[in-house]
């Protein structure tokens, strides 16, 4: 018989004191260690129910389970022995049950497993280990999904964080009790982390959705999240102008248009602006044509007959009148008397000069008339002209001063200090300040009494907000921004002005002259907000710049005003194609102007500057610029800003990263938000090159205390998504890092938070600060070597000759150009030296003020 297995070291003392006799194996088979055909595997307790584990082997002569290092007791053993008749050798089959009591009671300290060994006379052989573990679903979700409502086309991102569970609970989502197949509708994604995206949300993604967990223990659902998917109205295009209403005179016609492209839904929001718009017209009144008086009868001729006539020339039918009814010639038969039997010559010489006294005396009537026709023509005051409509959606302002005494203003100081607006006076020589227009009124404002002009600098009005008020009161108006931080305006004429909007970047300079002698425009100049604007953008293409409104469109200016702001593109024109577009009457966008591919007749010129862009424009109204890049080297330049809590009383803490175009216009709002939420600037922002290379925007935080500190994100990055940053239409882009930390005494916070395009450059930010207190340390490190662009500021006269040659004073719109350039930091040396270079020598250059004026 084979020897036992020793107390000590191979089996319980249970074992050797109750263990049948070992049974004998063949001697064929007795040098063959044990070979297990069945092992132990991992079970799950389900509620009560025990579970049971198997181990098989051959050739055995015992197997016993051994549970957490303690050996079974060979009365829980369930033995059955068999011989496998392919070899001849025994089997063994060992199985015992394992209960939720012998597990919970090691519950904590340890996971609970299970191995058997097997014995044969050769020697022992272990299974592998079989982990129980008790199996249950909690019932509330860690996180449940929020109702939305989203536009059409938008993309959904719906959380669902399911609740705790061994073994982990499986997830699966149903719209309106139907199960989602993201394999049937790809419209559907499922994240690893459970999360629901609608990629592109339709009118039938409206309804109910549910997260369901489940496991082998239970079935849980979250509460059910609303998902409305709305649809903002559009306008159609409009109709034909109908008729005019008058037959005759002056009348209107009309066209309309309709909320239909397209209708709103869902609660989406109606379209802004007129669905109907009226113009004057006048209707030419129709003329009959009426009967001269009768000629007199014609001596009787030859064929005894005699003749009269008459013409349809009181008056001449025109515009469609209607035409003389009737003969304009009768004949009649003469009496044999009157017959000619001879022709006396002296009778016929006395006709034929009747017949030419009355051709001379009709021929010098005729040019009587038109002399004096013409006379009329010229003598019309040409500045009379029907002013109702400068044009077709453009309601003139007729604004006169209340005191006509007040032509004192001129001579006092403009203040400088108000935040609506600010104004500068204009660099000239002498001889471009005479005056070479002389205009009469125009429909906007009246002139002043003695030909003064009240020059104001944003106090026509007391409040801003009535002038923005007023100013949406008219029909072209109506979709302009009421942000009276925004907005800039000033009553102008021929001296010129400036108006700027603080903390944008965005500046409009009314050169001297550009407004016509005898004219008074209220201008204004305002940004406005990227989402309230269809700019239609395909392909590539991608918005540089804010979009600015300077009005009123249609007013006459006699030289370009030059019109400044940010853009965020990498300024080289080899990566880009820009355009810059502008917004017609209708709302429609048009391009106006391709940059290096100007043409002089064009009323626009362009120049872009590192950062900033100036348009050159004979025309006010709504503009933007928009490039679309040539190839995948084309970048835009984007701005990252951190913020965080001012104070923080719980344990949870927030960083917010914003990614935002490079202009000041948006870092200003984003200031503005950040200031009503009570964040705090973490440190200086930093720009980031993003390019068109179809890659997201990826953030991450690293390296942090996981001792006092430690990340609530599911996620190790979160990503801001290709075309949300290159399309641009979104004012700006933010993710938010929740962190929590393990005790309130816990304020110190380091980590490092990267930034970077995949497959790309970025930036790394090494946070070290104490929350409880608003000094902190920051460092920033470039991971990559991020292109620099820098530009010169002084005048690129080379690019610019033929511009400035088409001028009637070349020198004069440089200057302009010089103005808006440099109007904070001018240096008039660095000016005099510049305009040397080019041939200029001017005898002086003199600021204009309002007291010169």
Known sequence: LPLRPSQEHTGPSSVTAKSPPYSTLPAAFSDLLPHFQVEPVDEYIVKNKPVTLTCRSTPATQIYFKCNGEWVHQDDHLIERTVDPATALPVMQVTIDITRQQVEKIFGLDEYWCQCVAWSTTGTQKSQKAYIRIAYLRKNFEEEPQGKEVALDQEVLLRCHPPEGVPQAEVEWQRNEDVIDPASDPNFFITTDHNLVIKKARLADTGNYTCVAKNIVARRKSTSATVLVYVNG????????????????????????????????????????????????????????????????????????????????????GTGGKDCQGLDLQSLNCTSEQCPQTVSGAEDVALYVGMVAVALCLTLLLIVVVLVYRRKKEGLDADVADSSILTTGFQPMGIKPSKPENSHLLTIQPDLTTTTTSYQGTLRSRHDTTGKFSMTNGPLLDPLPNGSHTLHNGKLNSDPAEFVSRLSTQSYFKTLPRDVANTSYGTFNFLGGRLTIPNTGISLLIPPEAIPRGKIYEIYLTVQRKEDLRLPLAGCQTLLSPVVSCGPPGVVLSRPVILSMD???????????????????????????????????????????????????????????????????????????????????????????????????????????????GGRLIDEPHVLLF??????????????????????????????????????????????????????????????????????????????????????????????????????????LFFWLSFFASKASPTSVILDLWEAQHFHSGNINQLATVMADIGKQEAMIFLVSDGEC
């Open 234 to 317: 559009g306008w159609s295009t409009w109709t034909t102008w109908s008729s005019c209403s008058a037959v005759c005179g002056r009348g209107w016609q009309k066209r309309s248009r309709s909320c239909t492209n397209p209708t709103p839904l869902n609660g989406g929001t109606s379209c802004e602006g007129q669905n109907i718009q009226k113009s004057a017209c006048v209707a030419t009144c129709p003329v009959d044509g009426g009967w001269s008086e009768w000629s007199k009868w014609s001596a009787c001729g030859a064929d005894c007959s005699m003749w009269r006539s008459r013409e349809c020339t009181q008056p001449s039918p």
């Open 567 to 677: 853009h965020c593109s990498d300024a080289c024109l080899d990566n880009w194609a820009v355009r810059l577009k502008k917004q017609n009457y209708e709302g429609a966008w048009e391009d106006v102007l391709l940059m290096g591919e100007e043409l002089v007749s064009e009323p626009y010129y362009c120049q872009l500057e590192a950062e900033t862009c100036r348009l050159f424009s004979e025309q006010l109204g709504t503009f933007a610029l928009v490039g679309e890049s040539l190839h995948m080297g084309a970048a835009k330049r984007l701005r990252l800003v951190l913020f965080s809590d001012a104070y923080c009383s719980t344990l949870e803490y927030n960083i917010r990263v914003y990614c935002m175009d490079d202009t000041q216009d948006v870092f200003k709002e984003v200031m503005q938000m950040e200031r009503q939420l």
């Open 691 to 796: 390019k068109d290379s179809y890659h997201n925007l990826r953030l991450s935080i690293h390296d942090m205390p996981l001792a006092h500190w430690r990340s609530k994100l599911l996620a190790g990055y979160q990503e801001i998504p290709f075309y949300h940053i290159w399309n641009g239409s979104q004012r700006y882009l933010h993710c938010t890092f929740t962190l929590e930390r393990l005790s309130l005494s816990t304020c110190e916070l380091t980590c490092q938070l990267c930034v970077w395009q995949v497959e790309g450059e970025g930036q790394s930010f090494s946070l070290d600060f104490n929350i409880a207190k608003v000094t902190l340390s920051i460092t920033a490190r470039s991971e990559a070597a991020l292109c620099t662009h820098s530009l010169t500021h002084s005048l690129s």
